[in-house]
């Protein structure tokens, strides 16, 4: 059973602070990762990938991963209130052929003006 | 990427009636896949449809409920039979496999079941 937890919050921070979202996941096989931002009402749309041990950063966001301890990170800095959102882990065990992904339940994440 | 639009985008029907969700992407992909979101839940597969071949469903969903058709590589269809309120939902299509980075969703059939 592949299995990717999340702690499903509420997770609130002010804005400006920096938001960490958490995610391990089951199967040590996991080689891609993903993390979708998905608005109330509206369908996952992705917004970072990581392959590889180590940072990956795309504006305000950093994606962090450690395959060692099955642990993906989502850093979110400077945060505004339009980051206010689910966020939803994925991880997926083929690193070439992308097939099914296992979804985290997902962090909520509300950011106050 | 892919470009996926789905139809209807929302609908309510009454309970023991049938309604087929269309899933039309803008190029040709391997898997489609079709998820159930019910408010303030997670996404849950309900089956993968791969072109050429029947559709495995994950354990809890079954064939006579919710069939799926995949007549080709950009076009999927999603039927909820026998439809009750448990049914009420956010249906969802996602593309992956080859040549994509990662699953894209379309924007989602909320179905409201009287």
């Known amino acids: 059973q592949k299995e990717v937890e999340q702690n499903s919050g509420p997770l609130s921070v002010p804005e400006g602070a920096i938001a960490s979202l958490n995610c391990t996941y089951s199967?040590?096989?996991?080689?891609?990762f993903f993390w979708y931002r998905q608005y109330s009402g509206k369908s996952p749309e992705l917004i970072m990938s990581?392959?590889?041990?180590g940072d990956k950063e795309d504006g305000r966001f950093t994606a962090q991963l450690n395959k060692a301890s099955q642990y993906v990170s989502l850093l979110i800095r400077d945060s505004q209130p339009s980051d206010s959102a689910t966020y939803l882990c994925?991880?997926?065990?083929?690193?070439?052929?992308?097939?099914?992904?296992?979804f985290g339940r997902g962090t909520q994440l509300t950011v106050w003006p | 990427s892919a470009v996926i639009s789905q139809k209807p985008s929302r609908d309510i029907c009454q309970r023991g009636t049938s309604l087929t969700i269309q899933c039309q992407v803008d190029s040709q992909v391997t898997m489609m896949f079709w998820y159930r979101q019910q408010p303030g839940q997670s996404l849950t597969l309900i089956a993968t449809a791969n072109q050429g071949s029947e559709a495995t469903y994950e354990s809890g969903f079954v064939i006579d409920k919710f069939p799926i058709s995949r007549p080709n590589l950009t076009f999927s269809t999603l039927t909820v039979s026998n439809m009750s309120p448990e049914d009420s939902s956010i249906y969802l299509c996602?593309?992956?496999?080859?040549?994509?980075?990662?699953?894209?969703f379309g924007p989602g059939t909320r179905l409201t079941v009287l």
């Open positions: 996602s593309v992956g496999g080859q040549g994509l980075n990662t699953q894209y």
């Open positions: 199967d040590r096989v996991s080689q891609s």
């Open positions: 994925a991880v997926n065990q083929k690193s070439s052929t992308l097939g099914r992904l296992y």
């Open positions: 990581i392959y590889s041990n």
